[in-house]
């Protein structure tokens, strides 16, 4: 499954009107493209997204047309406007209204130092920025239109920095609008923080949830060939430091089998249904023999969405988060936080959870192992065991608040662990929050 989007554009949109006449509006059109060749340039602008610039508009009805074929467009995830000159706001209300995709609206200007000494009205009439800006920002603050504001010349990293990260979100923002997942049983019993109104989330996001059976599932996995299952044994023998227990010939390889069996059958339904996220329920697990835990891990590692429990709104979100991130150093995961160190000179916490955790945090090459599992009613699961590189990250969560979504995140510090945890046998992360 991709992570990257191979055809996503963002569409640059210049701003001006008729009445400067076409000389002037020629000059507009180069110094936009110029802009937008800029920014396409950077190649911090995004994550396999083209940014595609579009004729100046300078009318009503060319704008309500563009900000229409946006909306049709699946390859649209999202606009950049700017007014090079002055254009009248009004004309923009019905073409915004429209609107849903992500906006960044770009205050910028063609040149970055003024030419003091040459300044005549020609110049000033073509360099009206500072005016056509403000009168966009007044209409968009005037219908209530959410969009991320970037302030600055095009040539500076900060400006192209602020504009990749909005370009990162409307990727996620596209993802969640086209994402399929899937959840094998329903909700852990009496859990509420995991539960929501998967109806409001298609409305909302466009994001569809669907359950099946977990015995679904179970039929996928009895149906693995023998050969998918030696050729995934091997492959985890080369990836992974094997626990000596888990090697061909010993007493728990036939639990090694099993884990990849649960890989390729999981894998090929999520593959045979366009799913790109999916959950699990340790309540909830029918025929199978163990927790999926091996498989969940390498699914996250390739891109996929995952959430613990039923929890489909951290399943989606991990798998935004994945498309968002895709290119940059580092890893996303599903991760609960556990416990504190609350010690005046700490202040830190212990994240992991039973099994699944995702390898593309590891700090060095994860151990496979297989220990007890004192819920869910099966035999020894077989998991990914590692400690998380330390690195800067962020702490995300989305929770249905009944009548709204809420997403809560916080900076952290990734730390390695202050002393080795020899008896937890699960993937950690150990992490400050920031500020403190």
């Known amino acids: 499954m991709p992570l990257a989007p191979t055809d996503s554009e963002v569409w640059f949109l210049t701003g001006s009107q008729a009445l400067y006449g076409e000389d002037t509006l020629a000059q507009v059109a180069a110094q936009s493209r110029q802009i937008c060749e800029t920014i396409a340039a950077d190649t911090a602008a995004g994550p396999a997204v083209r940014i595609v610039w579009k004729p100046v508009l300078t009318e009503a009805d060319a704008i309500r047309r563009m900000c229409l074929d946006a909306e049709a467009d699946d390859r649209c995830i999202g ?13 923009w209300i019905t073409g915004l209204a429209s609107l849903r995709k992500p906006l960044l609206h770009l205050h910028t200007q063609a040149n970055r130092r003024l030419p003091w000494s040459t300044i005549d009205m020609d110049f000033m009439n073509l360099n009206q920025a500072a005016h056509g800006d403000r009168e966009f920002g007044h209409i968009q603050s005037r219908i209530g239109l959410a969009r991320k504001t970037v302030t600055g010349h095009v040539s500076s990293p900060d400006v192209s920095h602020r504009i990749a990260a909005w370009t990162r979100a409307a990727v996620g923002r596209a993802e969640f609008a086209r994402l399929r997942l899937a959840r094998f049983g329903d909700n852990m019993r009496d859990v509420a923080v995991t539960e929501g109104d998967k109806v409001e989330a298609q409305f909302r996001f466009g994001t569809s949830v669907n359950t099946y059976g977990v015995n679904e599932l179970v039929a996928a996995v009895d149906a693995v060939d023998e050969n998918a299952v030696a050729a995934l044994t091997e492959e985890y023998a080369d990836r992974y430091t094997l626990a000596p227990e888990l090697l061909p ?11 990849a069996r649960i890989e390729a059958g999981l894998r090929g339904f999520l593959t045979g249904g366009g799913f790109t996220a999916f959950t699990t329920n340790f309540e909830d697990l029918g025929g199978l023999r163990q927790l999926p835990g091996l498989a969940v891990q390498r699914l996250m590692a390739d891109g996929y969405g995952f959430g613990g429990e039923g929890d489909w709104k951290t399943s989606a979100l991990l798998r935004a988060a994945k498309a968002m991130a895709y290119g940059l150093p580092g890893g996303t995961s599903f991760m609960e936080d556990y416990t504190y160190d609350l010690a005046p000179d700490s202040g830190l916490v212990l994240g992991a959870h039973m099994l699944e955790v995702c390898p593309s945090l590891a ?6 192992e ?18 998380a590189a330390p690195a800067p990250g962020v702490v995300v969560g989305l929770a249905d608040m009944g009548s709204r979504f809420r997403l809560v995140a916080n900076r952290i510090d990734v730390v390695g662990p ?17 500020p403190d």
């Open 79 to 91: 606009l950049i406007a700017w007014m090079h000159t002055f254009s009248p706001a009004k004309m």
């Open 249 to 259: 010939g010993k007493e728990r390889h036939t639990s090694l089998r099993y884990a």
């Open 363 to 368: 700090a060095a090459t994860p151990s496979c």
């Open 370 to 387: 297989i220990h007890p599992l004192s819920i869910g009613g099966r035999e020894d699961p077989v998991r990914l065991v590692f400690d």
């Open 418 to 434: 202050p002393e080795p945890l020899p008896l937890l046998p699960v993937a950690r992360a150990v992490w400050r929050p920031e």
